[in-house]
Every structure is written in C-alpha cells, then in structure tokens.
C-alpha cells in the first residue's frame, strides 16, 4: 500500500514553485508590533489582530519571552511580581526551562482524561496560566478557561499553528500564545509569540546551519539515518532564546500554509467520522483549522505496537510523563495510551483509509 505513514515532525511543506511561489516572512520583516503577510502561518493563526509579535527560533523561546514581557510589564506599571506560574503536568518537560532561567516560581496541575485541566481554586491576578491546546483539538476550553481565569493565560499553541486566540474577548494584558512551525512543515526550527503586551526580542539570530542536517539525512537515508543528528539539533533547541534564523524565514516563504491547513482538516474529519465511536475522548466533528494529529484513547489492548509494525509512526509524545506521574494518574495513562495518530497533508484520503482498516479491520 505505502512505505508506511512517517512522524509528522518531518513533514515537508516545501512549495515546488520555488522562491515566489507563496511569500511569508521576508527577510526585512519589521517585528514588536504585529505584521501579517497574506500566506503566512501569521495571518492563518489571526495574528493580523494582535498588537504584538516576534519570531524566534523556537516556541520555548517563544514562551520564554512572553514571560519576560509579563515580567517587565508589571514592574513598569508598579504591579506585584508575578506570584507563580502554573504548568500543567501533561506536557513537555521543555517548557519548565523558562522559569528556571528568568526565576520564576512553577507549579504544576491536573489534567483530566479529558484533557480538560484541574486548576488549583487559589488562583489570582499575579499567577500565570500556561494553557495547551492539546493537539490542536482543545479550541474551545482553551476559550472557556482563559475567559474566567483572573490572571495571564498564555496558551502553548505549538500543536495549534492555524488555530485563532487573537479575539478571545479578554481584557488588556491578560492572554498571549505561541506556536512552533516545525511541527507542521519541513522546516529546522522556527517559534512565533503573539501577545496584548510588548514581548521583548532577543539580540542575538539563530543559526540554523546544524538543525538542516536531520532534514536532510531523512531525506536521503530515512529515519534511522538522522535519528542521532535529530537529537543532537533537538538539544541545540535548548539554547537561550534568539530571534528566528534567516534561513528558516527564507524556508517558511516557500510553505503553502493554505493547503498544509486544507488537508489536515480534511484527515481529521475522515478520521474522527470513522474513529470517533471507539474514542473515550470527546472531540469535534470537525475543527475551522487544521491540528496536529488524531488523539486517539481506545484502550484496545496492544494497538500501538500492531501500528508500529505496519509503519505507522507513533512516539510517545511525552514519556517523562509516564516517569514522573503516579502510574493511576491521569497524566500518566494520557502519555501512555494516547496515540497520536499522523494526518498531515502529505496523506490523502487513500492513507487515511488505510489507516483506518489497519485500526477497524
């Protein structure tokens, strides 16, 4: 049928019409107050309606200078340092190297089966909420949360690059996100933040001469050749936050957002209308953008591995979850039993179906 369905972290998105095929991010594009180029992740993500923006080289760093924003914002209008900032305990251990580099208090919650999050009832103006739009899917609670939670909601939108926060009807200064463009296209790297309050940019460019390598030796040699030069750029990522490299700009220009978007909402209703019986999550029949996967929770004993032996790529997203959660914990069974089923735009209906049949029989 196929070579079987590849990690979306390597998807290429690369326009075949070459430099002026769809223009995005030019070299010379002004940053701090938003700027929206048609074709762009920053218009498709409603960034057009945000007063400020910048683009890193990586979504931590992204979430990294939100926070330094927030910092710097409430010591210039003479309001009390931030008292906490609150992470929910399903996610990447990655976000947690923010704090400890500004030195800020973190705390973790809950997160239901549901993905919906457990905050603590103590909640007040001077904490921060870090919100995820689990994998592009979580839209509406992202919305419902942040609109009554009485301090900054920042959302990790890096599993949501198409999705829209921009009119989330909150007061001034109280909601920011950040994205990561790597998941969704052939590019080494690449972060953008947008926020109602001035997000400081780093002095320092990126370079992202290193990171092109996986990118390459998947291309030529497959997964197996660029898993140690994969890690490798992954651990660069780690770096203290810079502004986006040229060359990942020059990359993005050439992405066709439009349709990367088109067809992942496509997979995603093909899926859901086939799949959503058998899944304990309660998900939309369709969403206005396109996700970063199907979650799938079935509980059918021994699924991952049968996919895995027919070609299907399914990571567990986040293992140091499984470590650092009780085992009866929520968290716990979420990075365990989640399948994080790909349905980016180099599939079609055809791969789709497949994938389903492998799943259904």
């Not at 095929?21 to 920053?42: Q, R, T, W």
């Not at 020059?250 to 019986?277: K, M, T």
């Amino acid at each position: 049928m196929m070579g079987g369905i590849l990690p979306w972290e390597w998807a290429g998105g690369v326009s075949p019409e070459g430099e002026g095929s769809m223009v995005a991010f030019a070299d010379d594009l002004p940053e701090g107050k938003s700027h929206a180029v048609a074709g762009s992740p920053l218009c498709f993500a409603g960034f057009r309606e945000t007063p400020f923006c910048g683009m890193f080289h990586s979504g931590r760093a992204a979430w990294e200078c939100i926070l330094l924003g927030e910092v710097r914002r409430r010591e210039s209008q003479g309001l009390p340092p931030l008292r906490r900032v609150l992470v929910p305990r399903f996610t990447c251990a990655t976000v947690w190297e923010p704090l400890g580099r500004i030195g800020l208090p973190g705390v973790p919650y809950g997160v239901a089966l549901s993905l919906e999050p457990i905050l603590p009832e103590n909640a007040g103006e001077d904490d921060v909420l870090l919100l995820t739009d689990y994998f592009g899917v979580s839209g509406e609670m992202v919305m419902r949360v942040a609109s009554s939670f009485p301090g900054l909601v920042v959302v990790d939108a890096t599993m949501a690059l198409f999705s829209r926060y921009g009119g989330m009807r909150l007061p001034a200064a109280k909601w920011a996100s950040f994205y990561s463009l790597r998941k969704f296209a052939g590019v080494p790297d690449g972060g953008v933040a947008v926020a109602s309050f001035e997000i400081p940019l780093p002095e320092a460019v990126a370079s992202s001469e290193h990171r092109v390598e996986p990118l390459l030796l998947r291309r030529d040699g497959g997964a197996w050749a660029a898993l140690a030069a994969g890690e490798a750029a992954e651990a660069e990522l780690s770096a203290p936050a810079s502004r986006m490299s040229r060359l990942t700009r020059r990359l993005v220009q050439q992405v066709d957002w439009e349709s990367i978007d088109a067809r992942r909402r496509e997979n995603y209703a093909q899926l859901h209308a086939a799949l959503g019986p058998i899944n304990r999550l309660t998900l939309p029949e369709t969403l206005p953008h396109g996700p970063f996967c199907y979650p799938l929770l079935s509980g059918i004993p021994g699924l991952r591995d049968d996919l895995i032996d027919r070609g299907v790529a399914l990571p567990l997203l986040w293992p140091e979850v499984i470590e650092n959660c009780p085992a009866e914990s929520s968290e716990n069974e979420l990075a365990r039993s989640l399948l994080p089923l790909p349905l980016d735009h180099r599939y079609s209906s055809k791969e789709m179906d497949w994938l389903i049949h492998l799943i259904l029989g």
